[in-house]
């Protein structure tokens, strides 16, 4: 999740400081394109559309089915599209999004203490989340061996994303990267998963 932010942008830009990296629950689509996906599964509403950064429509209008995606982002369910379409023109912008997300995970979430203390959560952190390029715009900047281990029963960084990641890393000849898939786990890694961790280190010695 987010540690697998953290070490591929480390790989990418300090890649002589790592010798190997290992990921599970990994991040590999937008951070802000799997909200988006869960927001427009909370709701549906007659005519309107959410926009990317650029002002792009990124889903079809009345696409999903109300109520698809329950067990995420609970803190939605109570939230109807207009109280996101701050501006009132039947859109919801990136800006848009991206402020209600801030400020629900930074300011308003009942155990924000956590954020602040346990994770050393700041602002300028969800945002950054957000705004972060896809693992396929930035795989080719990563050159040591990675391996990618995640749960199939993953809810919260979908395995699906992780399938194609692989498939487009194979297609483009992307040798140092590893894969590896686990039914019935979720998001959380399992004992076998560091085992083999432990041991993919020891081999990229």
Same mark, same amino acid.
């Given at each position: 999740?987010?540690?697998?932010?953290?070490?591929?942008?480390?790989?990418?830009?300090?890649?002589?400081?790592?010798?190997?990296?290992?990921?599970?629950?990994?991040?590999?689509?937008?951070?802000?394109?799997?909200?988006?996906?869960?927001?427009?599964d909370?709701?549906?509403?007659?005519?309107?559309?959410?926009?990317?950064?650029?002002?792009?429509?990124?889903?079809?209008?009345g696409?999903?089915?109300?109520?698809?995606?329950?067990?995420?982002?609970?803190?939605?369910?109570?939230?109807?599209?207009?109280?996101?379409?701050?501006?009132?023109?039947?859109?919801?912008?990136?800006? =848009?999004?991206? +402020? $209600?997300?801030?400020?629900?995970? @930074?300011?308003?979430? #009942?155990?924000?203490?956590?954020?602040?203390?346990?994770?050393?959560?700041?602002?300028?952190?969800?945002?950054?989340?957000?705004?972060?390029?896809?693992?396929?715009?930035?795989?080719?900047?990563i050159?040591?061996?990675?391996?990618?281990?995640?749960?199939?029963?993953?809810?919260?960084?979908?395995?699906?994303y992780?399938?194609?990641?692989e498939?487009?890393?194979?297609?483009?000849?992307? =040798?140092?990267? +590893? $894969?590896?898939?686990?039914?019935? @786990?979720?998001?959380? #890694?399992?004992?076998?998963?560091?085992?083999?961790?432990?041991?993919?280190f020891?081999?990229?010695k």
């Amino acid at each position: 999740s987010e540690g697998s932010v953290v070490t591929t942008r480390l790989a990418e830009f300090h890649s002589n400081r790592i010798q190997a990296i290992a990921t599970f629950g990994t991040v590999v689509s937008p951070f802000m394109e799997v909200i988006t996906k869960q927001v427009s599964d909370q709701m549906v509403v007659p005519s309107w559309k959410i926009l990317d950064v650029d002002g792009n429509q990124m889903i079809s209008e009345g696409e999903y089915e109300e109520g698809k995606n329950q067990k995420n982002l609970e803190f939605l369910k109570p939230k109807a599209f207009s109280d996101l379409d701050i501006t009132g023109d039947n859109a919801i912008s990136f800006k =848009e999004l991206e +402020k $209600f997300v801030v400020n629900y995970f @930074v300011y308003e979430q #009942p155990d924000r203490d956590f954020w602040f203390n346990s994770s050393g959560l700041a602002p300028g952190w969800m945002e950054s989340m957000l705004r972060l390029p896809s693992l396929f715009e930035r795989a080719k900047n990563i050159q040591v061996p990675y391996f990618l281990l995640h749960g199939e029963a993953d809810e919260l960084t979908p395995v699906k994303y992780v399938y194609e990641f692989e498939s487009f890393a194979r297609h483009l000849g992307y =040798e140092n990267f +590893k $894969f590896k898939y686990y039914a019935e @786990v979720g998001h959380g #890694p399992n004992e076998k998963m560091f085992g083999e961790i432990l041991e993919f280190f020891s081999l990229s010695k």
